[in-house]
């Protein structure tokens, strides 16, 4: 798995701006032998812990595609994060620092039971910003956050390090890491 997405990731040297290194994931999301596997290698790590969330949340925009089709695998629902601004109705917001900037990170009020079990799912975590506003949306929703999922980390950014230490109990999974 780790070699077919690294053969299918790109990078894209200063976008969205100078020094930044984007990783581009369009051609594992147009595969859809590679996509399928990718799902599954992530649906065998949640069986693989001997439980399983009860909802999934996908981090705007990338986080939505394989999230969906997790919650689809597993029989439960699906959350969209989303930028500040996309949901109707009342939210729940977190502001966050990006790689290259801020950020706010929205759900819905109600979107989640207060019996749910939620696992975060994003394409590529970086600083772990991103994730761990999610996490912050999850709790404070009255929900509890079983842990976070991606299909890439970037080591250099210490992003793992960070959401782990900021939430402890949380369990952790990257299909690859840079």
């Known amino acids: 798995m780790e070699d077919a997405l690294k053969t299918a990731i790109q990078d894209v040297p200063d976008f969205p701006q100078a020094g930044v290194v984007f990783k581009d994931l369009s051609p594992v999301w147009a595969?859809?032998?590679?996509?399928?596997?990718a799902v599954s290698a992530?649906?065998?790590?949640?069986?693989?812990?001997g439980s399983t969330p009860t909802a999934i949340a996908g981090i705007e925009s990338r986080g939505f595609l394989m999230g969906i089709s997790l919650a689809d695998r597993l029989n439960?629902?699906?959350?969209?994060?989303?930028?500040a601004g996309k949901l109707p109705g009342p939210t729940v917001s977190e502001s966050y620092e990006l790689e290259y900037g801020t950020a706010v990170l929205e759900c819905q009020v109600g979107a989640f039971d207060s019996s749910d079990?939620?696992?975060?799912?994003d394409d590529v975590l970086a600083t772990g910003?991103?994730?761990?506003?999610?996490?912050a949306l999850v709790n404070r929703?009255?929900?509890?956050?079983?842990g976070f999922s991606f299909l890439m980390s970037l080591n250099v950014l210490n992003g793992s390090e960070r959401l782990q230490a900021k939430c402890p109990a949380a369990r952790f999974h990257s299909?690859?890491?840079v």
Request: aromatic fraction near 6%.
């Open 31 to 37: 595969n859809p032998n590679l996509r399928a596997k």
């Open 175 to 177: 299909l690859l890491s």
């Open 76 to 83: 439960v629902p699906f959350v969209a994060l989303r930028k």
């Open 129 to 135: 910003g991103t994730a761990a506003a999610g996490a």
């Open 141 to 146: 929703s009255g929900a509890q956050l079983w």
């Open 117 to 121: 079990e939620v696992l975060i799912h």
């Open 42 to 49: 992530v649906a065998e790590w949640i069986q693989s812990t």
